[in-house]
């Protein structure tokens, strides 16, 4: 239960605000301050949820303070998955720490670890209509900047059937042939939808967020776009890693 | 007499199809009705033996031996009279199912299923005004047999599996703690106020507690059919309609075990906590045991229809028997026929649907949803007709209290567990969807039937047992039905959206559960997801290989959702005419050029190479596609009992719609070119659009296309040329009365006054290289080609 808990400046790449707990000693004064300043730039997460995430988090880094792209792709359980390098990269992608930097870092401390896992989260009852419209914008706009791969503000064509050949990477030939047209007729169903009428010489030259989030609207983002971490516990945290 | 019945329901239904509104309706249902019941005084109904008719026929028979004259035209009404009855009453269904949508406004207002019952009693009334005995239409036998299972078979296999999958827990939820929850409430209560009655010594004293709880559990149920009916109209969002309609189809196991329970131990008079146990144990025996039973069937189907691709017409069937096989089998052992039938469709569905050929798919689809609403109808008919028949024993006390505690415990019930339930649930039910839930309890036929099976001389009460159950059915469905829809619309519901699932939605969806399940294994936390993930996989290695026999049956199913969109969309450009409408919804000039990156490529003039047919040449091939066009027509027309269509085309489904599309444009075409006229740009397709991105190949059509300027038509690589049962049409280039008559689009467009110099110093294809110039002029007269825009530069043929 007790885990050991080292939070080193030093070691911490990622310079951020965020790191200063690592000034606090105890190791609980310093979840909670977590807690607190993860609650400040509005991520709920109760804290024991992010004592289990930091449990997670060691386990992963081997006890280091930072966390890398390696560690993360030795996952085994993580290893089918077909869009297996966007999600590690949307971990170290900058554009998701809310820090309003883009590019992308080597290293990520616990709290990006924190905040990108944040985005996960899932909508409360209380929750007013503009608190919704916000979590929900923020969900896809996480999902948009993983596709969104050069930080230009639109998804263009080829970053379209990028994504949608590594959905069907897992598939074999038949997938990558496909691939193409799929993200081709897709990104003509965005043009038409958004842009109904378009002269023969204009071009659209890719999805906007706005646009984005017009396609999206039947999906109902906010609150499918969730994973349970109360769910979290000791017990099947090890199957991860341990077993690899 | 029969065969002036015949004729004599025919022109009522004449008279019905020009709208004269309600009164002819009632015209029809007063012919039906006197249809009806001159046949049920030929032949008495099946309770009673056939008695005096038969006598009659005895006597005819003698009297024809006495005369041993040779009966030129015999009446043997007895002979045909059970079919007869049926198929009127099935006429008489589906002529009201007819006459109510040719009504709008009555069913806008009304819903279906008052309205069927309403017609049910008028027909039962006249039966007993002509002094007839009712049949007993909705006897247990055959609606549980016959009406029932095409209902639920509709409705196990085209379930959502997602949203059901998702929400599976709080259906549970509120199918088995629900109904249980009920069963005991309004038992327990109405055993109660039974007791309470001072001063008034009725009957009511009478009843013991396992009755009223065996009764409880009667009326407690969440009705399926009901429920189908009423939510069917008012289009609820997915949520809700999957959180009440699934309650009502898996309380089935509760009620079955409830039942069955109450009826064995009202006899003896005690229930011990042994019983209870057992009960427990049973029902879990009878939910499993169903679900197993429908699995195995539906596991069993998808495996024979592995090996259909031969005999392909009785493809459906199979669907259908081993559905069935799996209700009966099911029944037989008591378990839960209905979960039995929803295990059954929704195994089976994904599996067979690879295997069986398109128009199989849509036969079974037709004849689910034919044969369920036919069902329906009859269901809520006969309600209507046992209404009137039921000998009733009417108790103000004990109806008033039944309607008001089955009320008061839906709302305890379903407020209660949804507190319960929103501790667990991520997308929370808010107070408006507790009360669409609660105020959806509708009840209906199955509870009716269960106490139709009663026994008279075990239950005394059972008469007022059923005069309770059918006020309480008419009590939701008039009531709750009717008014459930201005309450949805007074509360602002969410309703379904009606727009159909886009491609990018089908991508998201897909990206999001390979999201959510990476993000899981990141977070260590073996979910849902993840096990989901897992279950697809091994279906993907395994389980589809084993039942599935088409490779591309197996393709993942982003790409099969493509390749679907891209036929719904290829058949409904057909079926608009010709393909000159648009197929969807949306009127957009948006088009494939508008979205391709802008190439390097497309700086330089480009090749596009476009044939000029000389007069000849042109003639020559409009035979050519006018004699093709007329064999595809005779290969339909030809009929075969075992096959529907020669096959090379039974396959290629969808690519003989789009050459026969093609085809037709290319004619339309032609005629265009001779009469000189420039026809309008038809409004770009999306979906040719696509198709054409689908071949891959041909990047150096797009820039062109780009050039030109003009929106895109439906062009020649919506249609691969490489599929053989496509007829090409080969002009060999090299040979010398082939003119070379190609321009170029670019150089046109740039200087349309060029034209008649052109035309003079003749045509000219410029195209890179030998391979590529034969290739693409091929392409371009083996179909008909972008059309309407080419047609516009070529106005200075002759």
Not at chain 1, 157 to 183: F, H, W
Not at chain 1, 188 to 205: I, K, Q, R
Not at chain 2, 418 to 429: D, E, W, Y
Request: contains cysteine; aromatic residues 8%.
């Amino acid at each position: 239960m007790e885990a050991p808990f080292r939070f080193d400046q030093q070691t911490c790449l990622c310079t951020t605000p965020l790191s200063v707990s690592a000034y606090y000693s105890a190791q609980n004064t310093r979840l909670e301050a977590s807690e607190k300043r993860t609650k400040g730039s509005k991520i709920n997460i109760s804290l024991e949820q992010i004592k289990n995430l930091h449990k997670r988090f060691q386990q992963l880094s081997g006890d280091e303070d930072t966390i890398s792209k390696e560690n993360l792709e030795s996952i085994p359980t993580l290893a089918n998955n077909p869009i297996r390098k966007q999600i590690i990269g949307a971990f170290f992608d900058k554009r998701n720490q809310h820090r309003g930097e883009a590019g992308s870092c080597d290293q990520i401390g616990f709290e990006q670890f924190l905040m990108v896992m944040s985005h996960f989260r899932p909508p409360t009852l209380k929750m007013t209509a503009e608190e919704k419209e916000a979590m929900r914008r923020e969900k896809l706009r996480f999902l948009f900047n993983m596709h969104d791969t050069d930080n230009d503000g639109t998804i263009t064509l080829v970053e379209y059937r990028k994504v949608v050949e590594e959905l069907l990477s897992k598939s074999g030939s038949i997938g990558q042939e496909a691939a193409e047209a799929i993200a081709d007729a897709a990104m003509l169903e965005v043009a038409s939808t958004n842009v109904p009428t378009m002269g023969p010489d204009d071009f659209y030259e890719g999805i906007t967020f706005e646009h984005f989030e017009q396609i999206l609207k039947g999906l109902e983002m906010e609150s499918r776009m969730h994973i349970r971490f109360l769910d979290v516990d000791t017990t099947t945290m090890r199957c991860g890693k341990s077993t690899s | 007499m029969t065969s002036g019945t015949g004729p004599r329901g025919r022109p009522g239904a004449g008279r019905g199809l020009p709208e004269r509104g309600l009164l002819l309706l009632l015209v029809l249902v007063l012919l039906e009705g006197s249809v009806v019941f001159p046949l049920g005084a030929a032949s008495s109904p099946d309770v009673d033996p056939r008695g005096h008719s038969e006598d009659r026929a005895v006597a005819e028979e003698s009297q024809n031996y006495s005369k041993k004259a040779f009966p030129v035209l015999s009446l043997d009404y007895h002979h045909i009279h059970v079919p007869f009855e049926i198929a009127l009453w099935v006429l008489l269904a589906s002529l009201m199912k007819l006459g109510f949508h040719l009504i709008p406004r009555l069913s806008s207002i009304v819903p279906e299923s008052c309205l069927l019952i309403v017609v049910g009693l008028l027909v039962g009334g006249f039966i007993k005004l002509a002094g007839e005995k009712v049949p007993p239409v909705l006897d247990s036998q055959s609606f549980f047999l016959c009406l029932l299972p095409p209902i639920i078979l509709d409705a196990g296999y085209f379930l959502p599996i997602r949203p059901f999958m998702e929400n599976l827990g709080t259906i549970l939820m509120f199918a088995v703690v629900g109904t249980l929850w009920n069963a005991f409430f309004v038992g327990g209560l109405l055993y109660a106020v039974c007791q309470i009655q001072p001063g008034n010594p009725s009957d009511l004293h009478n009843l013991e507690l396992l009755p009223c709880l065996l009764f409880a559990s009667i009326i407690s149920a969440v009705d399926p059919v009901a429920v189908l009916a009423v939510f069917e109209e008012i289009h609820i969002n997915e949520l809700l309609h999957i959180l009440v309609f699934g309650e009502s189809l898996l309380n089935d196991a509760v009620t079955v075990v409830l039942y069955h329970l109450f009826e064995e131990y009202s006899g003896a008079g005690t229930v011990t906590i042994l019983d209870g146990v057992l009960g427990v144990i049973s029902f879990l025996v009878v939910a499993l045991g169903g679900v197993l039973v429908g699995a195995i069937y539906g596991f069993l189907a998808a495996f024979t229809s592995r090996f259909t691709s031969h005999v392909r017409v009785i493809e459906p069937l199979f669907v259908f028997v081993y559905s069935y096989m799996a209700y009966l089998s099911a029944e037989m052992f008591h378990l839960s026929g209905i979960m039995a039938l929803i295990a059954c469709g929704a195994v089976m569905r994904p599996y067979v649907e690879a295997n069986i050929s398109h128009k199989s798919h849509t036969t079974i689809k037709y004849f689910l949803k034919m044969w369920s609403s036919v069902s329906e109808t009859l269901i809520f008919i006969f309600l209507g007709v046992a209404t009137v028949d039921g000998p009733h024993s009417w108790n103000w006390t004990f109806v008033t209290v039944t309607v008001l505690l089955c009320l008061v415990s839906r709302v305890i019930g379903v407020i209660g567990l949804t507190f319960v339930i929103n501790k667990f649930r991520i997308v929370k039910l808010t107070t408006k969807d507790q009360f669409i839930v609660a105020y959806g309890g509708l009840r209906g036929a199955i509870a009716f039937s269960l106490g139709f099976l009663l026994e008279e001389k075990h239950f005394p009460m059972r008469d007022m047992f059923l005069t309770a159950i059918i006020t309480v059915i008419f009590f939701t469905v008039f009531v709750q039905g009717m008014t459930i829809k201005p309450l949805v619309e007074l509360l602002a519901v969410k309703k379904k959206q009606e727009a159909k699932r886009t491609i990018n939605e089908e991508i998201h969806t897909q990206f999001l559960d390979h999201l959510l399940t990476g993000i899981e294994d990141i977070c260590g936390h073996y979910g849902h997801h993840h096990w989901k993930d897992k279950l697809n996989r091994i279906n993907k290695k395994y389980v589809k290989k084993c039942l599935i026999a088409d490779e591309r049956g197996r393709e993942p199913q982003l790409i099969a959702f493509y390749h679907k969109m891209e036929m719904k969309q290829a058949i409904e450009l057909v079926e608009s005419g010709g393909g000159f409408k648009p197929p969807s919804a949306l009127p957009s000039t948006v088009s494939m050029q508008n979205i391709q990156p802008k190439k390097p490529a497309a700086a330089k003039p480009v090749q596009r190479a476009l044939p000029q047919l000389p007069k000849g040449r042109e003639e020559e091939i409009r035979t050519i596609l006018r004699s093709n066009l007329q064999r595809t027509r005779q290969r339909l027309r030809s009929y075969n009992r075992h096959t529907l269509v020669a096959d090379p085309y039974e396959e290629g489904f969808s690519d003989f719609i789009i050459k026969k599309q093609k085809i037709i444009e290319l004619e339309k075409k032609i005629i265009h070119m001779n009469n000189l006229t420039l026809p309008a740009a038809p409004p770009d397709s999306p979906t040719l659009c696509r198709a054409r991105l689908a071949s891959g190949t041909e990047t150096d059509f797009k820039p062109a296309q780009q050039q030109k300027g003009k929106q895109s038509s439906p062009d020649p690589q919506a249609y691969r040329p490489k599929r053989d049962s496509v007829p090409t049409i080969q002009v060999d280039l090299a040979s010398p009365q082939s003119p070379d008559s190609v321009n170029l689009m670019d150089e046109f467009r740039a200087n349309g006054s060029r034209r008649e110099e052109e035309e003079d110093q003749g045509l000219t294809m410029r195209p890179r290289g030998e391979d590529g110039r034969r290739e693409q002029l091929t392409r371009c007269l083996s179909d008909p080609g972008p059309s309407a825009d080419e047609d516009e530069d070529e106005p200075f043929l002759p």
